[in-house]
C-alpha cells in the first residue's frame, strides 16, 4: 500500500534511509513538508514502512529528491511502484519535467529512471563526497499516466 507520509513514518524511514545512505538525511529534511512535496511511503499490512519517496514541485516543474526502499525489500517492485505514484501525482499537479540526481554507481536506480524515460543530461562532480559523482536525469512528463505493470 503506498500512502501519504505522516509523522507517524518518521522512526522507520529514518531507519531505512540510514541503512542505504552513508551521508543520510537529517530529520528536519525527513520531516519538512509543504504544500509542494510529494512524500509517500510504502507500508505492509502491520504498519512496517518499507519505502520512501520525496519530492518538491516549483512551478511546473518537479524534484525527485529521494527514492529509497528497506534493503530486506529491494528487488521487489516497491521502488517502482513508489516511482509510479510520485509521477502520477506530479502531473495531478501539472508538473511538465521531473529532475533528479542519482550516483553514478546506483546501477539499479539508473536502469529504473531510464525505464520511465528519465535521460541523463550532466553529471555533477563528487556530489556525494570525494570521488563519488551524480548523474542529472531529467523526465518530459506527458498526457499518458504511469503503471506499475
Not at 509517500?40 to 529528491?65: P, T
Not at 534493503?71 to 516511482?83: F, P
Not at 536506480?109 to 563519488?132: E, M
Amino acid at each position: 500500500m503506498i500512502d501519504d507520509f505522516r509523522e507517524e513514518h518518521f522512526s522507520q524511514v529514518k531507519e531505512i534511509i540510514y541503512e542505504n545512505f552513508e551521508n543520510p538525511w537529517s530529520d528536519s529534511n525527513i520531516i519538512f513538508k509543504t504544500a509542494n512535496s510529494i512524500k509517500k511511503v510504502a507500508i505492509l499490512q502491520n504498519s512496517v514502512v518499507i519505502g520512501f519517496v520525496d519530492g518538491h514541485i516549483v512551478y511546473d516543474e518537479a524534484d525527485l529528491l529521494i527514492l529509497v526502499v528497506r534493503k530486506s525489500q529491494q528487488k521487489r517492485g516497491i521502488g517502482k511502484r513508489l516511482l509510479v505514484e510520485f509521477l502520477n501525482e506530479a502531473k495531478r499537479r501539472n508538473v511538465k519535467k521531473v529532475f533528479l540526481e542519482v550516483s553514478e554507481k546506483n546501477i539499479p536506480a539508473i536502469s529504473l529512471y531510464k525505464k520511465f524515460g528519465f535521460k541523463p543530461y550532466g553529471k555533477r562532480d563528487n556530489y556525494y563526497g570525494i570521488g563519488k559523482n551524480a548523474i542529472l536525469m531529467r523526465l518530459i512528463l506527458n498526457g499518458t499516466d504511469f503503471d506499475a505493470d
